[in-house]
């Protein structure tokens, strides 16, 4: 064990064998007695963002189009489904994740058009009281307007009458 607690590899020498020794350097490393080497499993991942990221670096000038959608797609329900008995008797257990598999995409597909109508009924609300402030606004504005007027006449009428 080294210092660091973690164990090296060492490769024994084996008598039988009948390694070339002209290879070259660089194999010879590789098979040195006293190699640490470890092969690391890729990380499929980390290689593909790497590569993206490669990628859109060299075309660095071109702009990059990002298709993000807000709003997640919501599906049609299926006319029927066929051969779904759900948990009724005679139900194999195949039989119950398919079940449980459509009630949970239905239910997901209806709480997604509750959220939507939720959010469409919030926005005609702001819209009322945005339209209903405005009128308030404007009133209050037409009002005071009205009052700078007379009192800018009755002024004029007294610079007059001096």
């Given at each position: 064990m080294t210092d660091s607690g973690t164990r090296k590899?060492?490769?024994q020498a084996d008598p039988d064998d009948q390694r070339d020794n002209s290879s070259s350097s660089l194999e010879n490393d590789a098979h040195s007695e006293d190699t640490t080497v470890r092969k690391r499993p890729k990380n499929k991942d980390v290689d593909r963002q790497r590569s993206e990221i490669e990628m859109l670096m060299q075309r660095i000038d071109t702009p990059i189009d990002l298709d993000i959608s807000a709003k997640?797609?919501?599906k049609p329900p299926r006319e029927f489904?066929?051969?779904v008995r759900g948990s009724s008797s005679g139900a194999g257990s195949t039989d119950f994740h398919y079940y449980q598999q459509l009630r949970r995409k239905e239910n997901l597909r209806i709480q997604l058009i509750e959220a939507e109508a939720a959010e469409d009924?919030?926005?005609?609300q702001y819209k009322?009281?945005?339209?209903?402030?405005k009128r308030k606004d404007d009133e209050r504005t037409?009002?005071?307007r009205a009052k700078r007027q007379k009192r800018k006449k009755n002024k004029d009428k007294k610079d007059e009458v001096k």
């Open positions: 590899r060492t490769r997640p797609i919501i489904e066929l051969n009924t919030a926005r005609e009322d009281n945005l339209d209903i402030l037409a009002k005071n």
